[in-house]
């Protein structure tokens, strides 16, 4: 079956949704990627699915042997807890730039209230909003690089916010009224405080996860 495409580059576009079909949970690491399925799924030409292999690789959703097809990365217990410290350490030193100046993003505080509009909607449609919650204070630091050193560890955010989610590890309640602490934080100038909260925040999705992964 030919799936539709949106209007972007061909390479974007069978990027964009591999990634999603990853994200979601319908291509698994059961699966062989391979060039020639791809090509035949979305009607493109086999370097053009190479093309899109090749930046899943890049953001580490997909692997790939020597000589092997690509598959979807399998997340293990040390793997979610490597990816979750990686963003406390970057995420803890933002918060504490951020309230020297209490700067309370905007787009965060936008995010957070989506968050708790959609209450009862399914856990899978929290991660977009989660997502742009913590996206929004790293962008409101205003540092090119730094931005960029986030959004590298993105897709594999996504992709631990994804199963935290679909095993309903955490409900909106908990996870709106912890971003809204980080917040009053933030306008109070309390660096200690904010850092200490995301610090709990993302240990105890960090650890609910690597112990379902673990099983």
């Known amino acids: 079956m030919t799936r539709p495409l949106a ?41 053009t699915a190479k093309a899109a292999i090749e930046k899943l690789v890049g953001e580490n959703l997909l692997v790939r042997g020597t000589h092997k097809s690509a598959r979807v990365a399998e997340l293990g217990p040390e793997s979610v807890r490597d990816i979750y410290l990686a963003r406390a350490y970057l995420e803890s030193e933002i918060l504490r730039r951020l309230a020297a100046t209490h700067t309370v993003p905007e787009e965060a505080v936008r995010a957070n209230a989506d968050i708790l509009a959609l209450a009862g909607a399914g856990d899978l449609a929290l991660v977009e909003p989660d997502m742009r919650f913590h996206t929004a204070l790293v962008d409101a630091v205003g540092n090119e690089r730094i931005a960029r050193m986030y959004r590298s560890l993105v897709s594999e955010v996504r992709l631990c916010m994804t199963r935290v989610q679909a095993l309903h590890l955490l409900d909106s309640a908990a996870i709106h009224a912890e971003h809204e602490l980080i917040l009053v934080q933030l306008a109070a100038g309390d660096a200690e405080g904010a850092a200490a909260t995301l610090d709990g925040h993302l240990a105890a999705a960090r650890e609910r996860l690597a112990e379902a992964l673990g099983t």
């Open 7 to 47: 209007t972007k580059t061909v390479v974007d576009a069978v990027t964009d949704d591999l990634r999603g079909r990853v994200l979601s949970g319908s291509l698994t690491s059961e699966t062989a990627v391979t060039e020639l399925e791809i090509a035949t799924s979305y009607s493109v030409a086999r370097p």
